[in-house]
């Protein structure tokens, strides 16, 4: 049919070549506990929601459950404030016992207010509580427990992304995600604290645009960006699900590291 | 038949409740220009992929087309800088032009030295180069064009979205986004600089856990998370899609604005 405006039609190509990112969060992952096998629970996951991992997938995979599996977590009993714990925890009004654990999680304190303390943990990520979470970690009998960051999360990641290629025989990324706030914007976003099997970072130096420009912005953090992606459909709360399958991961693979997205001391311009 | 342990057998209401978030690069969207409409081109553009629109879907769109939409291109040579501008521009060893269009564009520098200049824009938000861009913006004969953010971009994304009602009869969100750097992260991730018909920022206050202990952290930044995982798809440099169909954002819609996502300078730690 002749038309003035011909449409475009779609063809098989056109659809073949469409790039698309999906990402499924993983239901059915049974409680946590040390020494759990994520690889095993991960693998269960995937086929539980009716799919099967392939090779470029990447699984994305809450910090609390790779800390969980790791025995990261603390009995606050256990725990004595040091006189500087029992000052910092004074300025921003939080337990001198999870303070105490921040202090030792962490290389500087950037800023303390009420309500707030920004550390610069041992991995380098500036965060708030260096990462410490309070909430989600049952522990028996009412005891009181908290949850620290993998020792290793990039280690974690790799070992995770190993424990799929055995069970799965395909080669996946992973990435563990958390949540960081921002200095200048309100809210948490995801973003990747472990990394295995895709770059963290995307180097464009050397790219050009459209009109052959070179492109000013040299580098993207990919790894970031899938973290923050697979947070949003992690969700929070009760129906939280700690892990995501994605699929259309569309930057080309190679072996990096979380290592990768923290800037260097020598660039930080808001210390 | 009966085995020691049993599979978690997946229902059609499993599958229905999967949670899922689909992110379609929309491609052939045609070079925009002033005067361009937006809705229309995205219309097209999501039945040139093989799509319809649906309620609920939310089109995150690249600020850049927005502003071209918008006519927000200078001509770098009617650009006469100021003293200010001068100083600035050595320090940073940036063409003074843009620099004065930044200055123009701005509240307050934060930080500049060589190769970096942070301002607050007066939307708010706290960017590199108050977010002008000099890549990709084609002048007729060679001749040197910035583009400048949306005037308005929660405005952009309120009238984007009322088009996208009438050309398709349903009700969709809008992100309009950008690329920003991290103070302590390295890479430039996506962020909502417009949003229409989605929360920007989900509040969990009130929300438990699964021990039932309230959460901490009270407020997810949803728009830039959906923000982020639209740039990864988005791309960069040449094959570049400045459009993404996403379906399946998670969260309850409500009326918003990317304005929420700005940390007020009273609370602000890093300035």
């Given amino acids: 049919m002749l038309t003035a405006e011909p449409e475009l039609p779609i063809t098989p190509d056109d659809l073949a070549r469409r790039r698309e990112l999906k990402l499924i969060a993983l239901q ?3 409680e946590v506990e040390l020494g759990s096998d994520l690889p095993r629970l991960l693998t269960a996951a995937v086929e539980h929601n009716g799919l099967r991992l392939e090779s470029d997938d990447v699984v ?10 790791e025995g990261r977590s603390v009995r ?28 030792s999680e962490s290389r500087e304190v950037l800023r303390a207010k009420t309500g707030v303390l920004i550390l610069e943990h041992r991995l380098g990520f500036v965060m708030a509580n260096a990462g410490i979470d309070q909430s989600n970690v049952p522990g028996s009998d009412g005891e009181e427990i908290a949850l620290l960051l993998p ?10 992304r190993a424990g799929l290629r055995s069970a799965c025989g395909c080669d996946v990324g992973v990435v563990i995600n958390d949540s960081f706030g921002r200095a200048w914007r309100n809210g948490v976003t995801g973003v990747a604290i472990g990394v295995a099997g895709i ?33 949003l459909v992690m969700g929070q709360a009760d129906e939280g699900t700690p892990a995501v399958l994605a699929r259309g991961f569309p930057y080309a693979r190679r072996e990096s590291a979380a290592r990768e997205l923290v800037r260097p001391h020598a660039e930080d311009l808001f210390r």
Same sequence: chains 1, 2.
């Fill in 28 to 30: 059915g992952i049974p």
């Fill in 60 to 69: 994305v995979i809450a910090q609390k459950i790779v800390s969980k599996s």
């Fill in 76 to 103: 606050l009993a256990t725990v004595k404030p040091s006189p500087r714990a029992l000052e910092l925890a004074r300025i921003a009004d939080k337990d001198p016992r999870l303070v105490e654990l921040m202090l």
């Fill in 151 to 160: 020792s290793d999360p990039d280690e974690s990641a790799r070992r995770i």
């Fill in 199 to 231: 770059p963290a970072l995307v180097d464009l130096r050397g790219s050009t645009d459209r009109e052959g420009r070179m492109l000013r912005v040299t580098q993207v953090a990919a790894a970031d960006e899938l973290a923050a992606a697979a947070s």
